[in-house]
């Protein structure tokens, strides 16, 4: 059996299943875009703000917080935009002095994070970070796809246990037990 991972919506729902492959091809994508773009480190992380996928140099970083972070960042952004009327702002950049970071929604639920250097042209990356998000989405749909069917399935599964287990509940009602033997009336003895 392949392992999973999910992605879940800001507020803790599973929305995507991943199984080992698809996280393998994730990875892939990111490890590609660090390198055709000299990126320092890339990652995949989920609504929620965990991280699924990274690609590039990512030991001296705190991943975890950066997730959770740029998570709340993203959905500040969105709220944001929905004030100004927007449906959604596409990317959010971060410019400073040693490093950048862009930061983008994939679908509604996944967001992609690339930390570049100054030395890096955002043009360029912008367009090569194009070519990434599709090949992500190109993934994170057919992942959607096989969810929906798991889902489906564990929901019939779960509606058969749930007939089974009430069959289960109307026998139990029933008394177990001796049944009262019926005998036949006796006759008056003169």
């Given amino acids: 059996m392949e392992a999973t991972i999910d992605i879940r919506t800001a507020d803790g729902n599973v929305n995507i299943l991943l199984e080992d492959k698809q996280v393998g091809a994730i990875r892939e994508v990111l490890v590609d ?31 975890e917080a950066v997730a959770a972070l740029s998570a709340g960042d993203l959905a500040t952004s ?46 360029a990356l912008r367009l090569r ?35 089974h287990s009430q069959e289960v509940d109307a026998l139990m009602a029933v008394p177990i037990g001796p049944s009262p033997v019926k005998t036949a009336p006796q006759a008056a003895v003169d």
């Fill in 33 to 63: 875009l660090c390198l055709s773009t000299h990126a320092i480190f890339a990652m995949l992380i989920d609504a929620a703000g965990r991280v699924v996928a990274t690609g590039g140099e990512t030991k001296e970083y705190e991943l």
């Fill in 78 to 123: 969105r709220q944001l935009a929905a004030m100004l009327g927007e449906p959604e702002f596409a990317l959010l950049f971060q410019h400073e002095k040693q490093k950048n970071l862009f930061m983008t929604a994939i679908e509604s639920d996944a967001i992609l994070i690339v930390v570049f250097d100054v030395d890096t042209t955002f043009g």
């Fill in 129 to 163: 970070i194009r070519r990434s998000m599709s090949q992500l989405q190109s993934i994170l749909h057919q992942a959607k796809r096989s969810t929906v069917v798991a889902l489906s399935s564990t929901a019939a599964v779960s509606s058969a246990e749930e007939m």
